[in-house]
């Protein structure tokens, strides 16, 4: 491949980037901004330390790998648990703990899951995101 073609294929590549949802670290303002963008959020609130956390993104790691539509369709938000338990966003959706995940479409909650681990139940949480996504 020459250099000509690797460009144009890197810039097509880097265009259709914005399509992926995919994943984000989360800073203070990225959830409002991204659902006025009419964006589904999966919120993953989370910390290193927590080995519930760990296991749920074992989980959540295998589904996506299982089924593209989730990083195409879905923005999942990393939440430091330890940096932004405080944060206006943790406490206006009453967050009650780390290992606490949510979905959120619009002005709505679609769903959570707080301290669980069952592969069935993360899936039907992400695959009522990807429902929302689509529709």
């Known amino acids: 491949m020459n250099r000509r073609d690797f460009l144009l ?5 880097m265009a ?8 984000a670290d989360y800073v203070p303002g990225l959830v409002d901004r991204e659902l006025a963008a009419g964006k ?3 919120l993953d609130f989370k910390a290193s330390w927590c080995s519930t956390c760990a296991a749920q993104e074992r989980v959540i790691s295998a589904l996506r790998s299982a ?3 989730y990083d195409r369709h879905i923005l999942f938000v990393d939440i430091d648990w330890d940096r932004y338990q405080k944060d206006p966003l943790t406490r206006s959706l009453a ?3 780390r290992s606490t ?8 909650e ?10 069935s139940a993360i899936r039907e949480l992400m695959d ?5 996504a689509v529709s």
């Open 110 to 119: 679609l769903g959570r899951i707080v301290a669980g681990t069952s592969e």
């Open 9 to 13: 294929i890197s810039a097509a590549a």
């Open 16 to 23: 259709a980037a914005p399509a992926m949802a995919g994943t």
């Open 95 to 97: 967050i009650p703990r």
């Open 128 to 132: 009522a995101a990807l429902s929302a």
């Open 101 to 108: 995940l949510v979905v959120l479409k619009g002005d709505r």
């Open 67 to 69: 089924n593209p539509d």
């Open 40 to 42: 589904t959020l999966f």
